[in-house]
């Protein structure tokens, strides 16, 4: 009879599992939990040690290291010599592993979790099994994921030995990618272990998995995925409601969105993305009041953008929003009639959920050809601002506020950014330019193109003005008060042009450049 060697954490379908291999004549060897769980449902069942003979000990973490269990697994049937050497040892063939390793990753991700209890969680046996398996997938089956059970009876059971080699083959390379994932996560772990303060270790480490496949890439020809380092963390843990399959542009922009809002968390906030930075961004009383001044600041690129909002949306916001066809919508919550007047629109998705506060993403990786590039995550500025008044005139208490306003705003603005805000909102934006004086054109442009007054209007520039044109253009628009980081060589220019046109001008010596 075939046998079949089952230790699992996961015990989802397991028993209904080894009841299948059962009723097929199939002998079942188990472990400690898994044996227990087994025989608790009547069924038969031996223990590894009587297959070894050799106890478990060292609380658990010797048992299925022994020859008799890797000779089983590891031997070719198509070799004599292979053979007669398990047949000399009486070493018995073991045809199906079915492990999946200890939880290491949620243990190592529980708050105030010791050391000690995290290194428990460090699997050896599971995989050494499931390695020795994989590779001799010619002749057995592994299995490491509880969804694949009934592909295996089926397998069983069409007696197609081509495909069943097919599937053995396919279920092996799933176990080398679960290893992989599994031993960098212990490897990124036991790293930040000994240098917390060091991100940047001599080999990098990442474990991610599969969270969802994707409508496609940036274009329709391209494919696309979701993977993600943990489950149910950051974009995973959002509810989508209804609407198409997301995209991979509907990410990212959703991603931006979650990013504008998040200097205004305590506020009611709503910003609306294109193409991964703000066409509108704006705070109100109410979630449909921030609504309308966000769309007011460019309501042409809002068509078929992203909008996320820091509060619940209700009824009123959502008739506002119904009129204008959008992409997604992200939100902490929404009313149930909300809901259902948005879901009458088949193609938007309306996503829902609260990212805890900090989940970031950790570190920003960027794919270049050849490698990847590994930086800090940039912190939007969400507390007071260091401010360094360099002009003679020194800003109001009304423009301070808009200045904070606009600080915050051009933060996840693409760079080279200039933000135009007055009264809590952006109205005018100038994104993506390669040269820091164009971005000051196209803000005061955008603003006048929907309608704005922009005399008296705050401006907001993400890095340094390398010349004074910027500042006289922004003098033309009738801006009275600009933040920026300084730190030019032409500091002594660009304040002199700001004292001439009697603009007042703060530093905060950090730049927030978006490449």
Known sequence: MPS????????????????????????????????????????????????????????????????????????????????????????????????????????????????????????????SMLRSAAKNFSAVTVVCDPAD????????????????????RDLAASVFAHTASYDSAIAGWLQHQVAPQDPFPATLPLAFEKAQGLRYGENPEQRAAFYVERAGAGLASLTQLGGKELSFNNLLDVDGALMAIEPFAEQVACAIIKHTTPCGLAIGATPLEAWQKALACDPTSAFGGVVAFSVAIDDATAVAMSSLFLECIVAPAIAESAAELLGRKKNLRVLIGTLPAGDTGGMDMKRVRGGVLLQDRMRVPTGEVP?????????????LVDLAFAWRAVATVKSNAIVLTRGGATIGIGAGQMSRVDASFLAGHKARQAGHDTAGSALASDAFFPFRDGVDHAATCGVTAIVQPGGSVRDAEVIAAADEHGIAMVFTGARLFRH
């Open 387 to 399: 401010w360094k008044v360099v002009t003679r005139r020194v800003p109001t208490a009304a423009e």
């Open 149 to 168: 059970y009934g592909r295996v009876i089926a397998s069983l059971d069409a007696k197609d030995e081509e495909g069943a080699l097919i599937m053995r």
């Open 4 to 127: 079949a060697l089952l230790s699992v954490s996961d015990k989802s379908g397991l028993v209904d599992f080894a009841r299948e291999l059962i009723a097929r004549h199939w002998t079942l060897i188990s472990t400690g939990g898994t044996a227990k769980a087994l025989r608790d449902a009547g069924l038969t069942v031996a223990d590894i040690s009587d297959v070894t003979g050799f106890p478990e000990m060292l609380d658990g973490r010797v048992k299925t290291l022994h020859p008799v269990v890797h000779g089983g697994l590891l031997y070719r049937r198509d070799l004599p010599e292979h053979v007669a050497a398990v047949a000399e040892h009486n070493i018995g063939a073991i045809d199906l592993v079915v492990v999946n390793l200890y939880p290491f990753r949620a243990t190592a991700a529980r708050a105030g979790v010791l050391p000690h209890d995290v290194i428990e969680q460090i699997d050896i046996g599971g995989p």
